[in-house]
């Protein structure tokens, strides 16, 4: 790792120095390089909305538009030391797609940054907040759709595993739930830094911030682990310092990306503690308000998405809840790409998140599922769901196929060219494709030829090229 970081810091430098070398001639477009790359500003949400519930934590925004008569959606943005705006980023917004594709009821968080009223915050308290939300949004009897990126991902499966007949859908995408999987950064460093788990570092740098974990913690990590990346960027910006539409996009992304949210400290150590130092999530040992919670009753149609690429959250550790559900309708879809790339990336977002909010749309009308009808979803109705053509990998799985956590043994599967677990752990390479289609595998008669990709992501697309996601 260290021979690999020198090696980036080397090409760094020497981009750094041609760029210099080319700019010394141009003192204005270096002044302006230097105002552009430094001039940060707060992230703000790109949709309008209205603040409909507060709380010292955290926010509730209605983005609802029009009215019509769908199950409604809540949006749980990542909790990672980052605003939860980057679901609204310009051109490549998580809340408008939704919109288009009907899903006009629609709600998101708004995770506020940790304060010294708030630094004892538990997810307890978070989760109350969360049913508040959910009584508010669908009544105390209602249903709601809900898609949880990342963080906000093992919260929403977390949720729905203590309110299952309050949940019409659930998406988890890039979500650390089965947090012993894969082979990321995060696990490499998981014995240097919590060696046997002896988490004393942690629980002194809380410490020694006010029982707060602060933001720029978070991001000096991620920035740590592409360093290059990050510095080629901003030297770019000296070949676009005229060009609006480039330093608009490059703006929007870094103002989000360098703006940190600090995290109550307390909620901080208890989830590295119990889901990425024990993983009791995923083997149904986790503890929250005493009781004991079980992704087996998660029972809503599942739609599970993983990034290929995704270095802070492989996607072993979202794709291996398919096997913990007891849901009778199971999807899992591998894009191509990394962790941000994953929720707005534009070809993720057309070849991937359209289907899927189809699906979830489909699922949503009137009669289907209805609020408080957590039936089962029928087989002329999983048979009739909308499916992409060039998913990487997509399965239906019968719920008798799925596998509880921790059992070593878990039974028959069906047979497919996707990844199975072992003793000696998950596998090392993604879901083989079948021909650039989805493969489903089905106990019951699926659909015929999946037809061809859902049209392109909403919202103007910047021409020229630029830092995130794409």
């Known amino acids: 790792m260290l021979r690999q970081l020198t090696q980036a810091m080397f090409g760094a430098t020497a981009l750094s120095a041609r760029v210099m070398a080319k700019s010394i001639p141009m003192p204005v477009d270096t002044a302006l390089w230097a105002h ?8 703000k949400w790109n949709t309008r909305n209205e603040l409909v519930l507060a709380a010292p934590f ?48 629609l ?7 940790a304060t010294s009223a708030t630094k004892d915050t538990t997810e307890a308290d978070r989760l109350d907040f969360i049913t508040r939300a959910v009584d508010l949004i669908a009544g105390p009897a209602g249903t ?45 460093l998981m014995p240097i830094m919590i060696p046997r ?19 720029v913690n978070s991001v000096m990590g991620f920035m740590a682990m592409h360093p290059a990346t990050h510095v080629a960027e901003h030297l770019k910006v000296y070949a676009h310092v005229h060009d609006r539409e480039y330093l608009d996009h490059f703006n929007d992304f870094y103002d989000w990306y360098l703006y940190p949210i600090d995290l109550p400290g307390k909620l901080y150590l208890w989830a590295l503690e119990h889901l990425f130092v024990k993983n009791e999530l995923f083997t149904g040992k986790l503890e929250v308000a005493g009781q004991t919670v079980s992704l087996r009753s998660i029972t809503c149609p599942v739609f599970l998405l993983g990034g290929e690429e995704d270095d802070i959250t492989p996607w072993q550790q979202v794709h291996n809840m398919r096997y913990a559900v007891g849901s ?29 909010l189809a699906q979830v749309r489909e699922l949503s ?47 028959r599967r069906p047979r497919s060219p996707g990844p199975r677990r072992s003793p000696a752990g998950p596998a090392a390479t993604p879901p083989t494709r079948s021909g650039g289609r989805a493969t489903i595998s089905s106990a019951t008669p699926s659909a015929t030829s999946p037809p061809t990709p859902g049209a392109p992501a909403p919202g103007p697309r910047p021409s020229t090229p630029g830092p995130g996601p794409r």
């Open 36 to 43: 552009e790359t430094t001039n940060r500003k707060p992230p």
């Open 58 to 105: 955290a926010l509730l925004r209605d983005f609802s538009v029009g009215a019509d008569d769908v199950v409604p959606t809540l949006l749980f943005p990542p909790l990672a030391g980052h605003a939860s705006c980057i679901i609204d980023k310009k051109g490549q917004s998580q809340l408008q797609l939704c919109i288009t594709m009907g899903l006009t009821k």
């Open 107 to 113: 709600y998101s968080f708004d995770w506020l940054s």
């Open 144 to 188: 709601v759709n809900i898609v949880g990126d990342c963080q906000g991902g093992w919260e929403a499966a977390l949720w729905t595993t203590l309110h299952p007949d309050r949940v019409n859908t659930l998406i988890v995408a890039g979500a650390p739930i089965d947090t012993s999987a894969g082979n990321g950064p995060a696990k490499k």
């Open 197 to 215: 788990g002896n988490m004393a570092l942690y629980k002194a740098m809380v410490k020694a911030h006010g029982g707060i974990w602060p933001g």
């Open 328 to 356: 009778s309708l199971v999807r899992w879809h591998l894009a191509p790409g990394g962790h941000i790339g994953l929720f707005i990336g534009r070809q993720s977002q057309a070849e991937y998140w359209t289907p899927i």
């Open 365 to 411: 009308r009137p009669g289907v599922r209805g609020a408080g009808n957590n039936e089962p979803v029928s087989t002329a109705t999983a048979s009739s769901l909308p499916r992409a053509g060039t998913l990487r990998a997509a399965r239906l799985l019968p719920r008798s196929a799925t596998a509880g956590p921790g059992s070593p043994t878990p039974g």
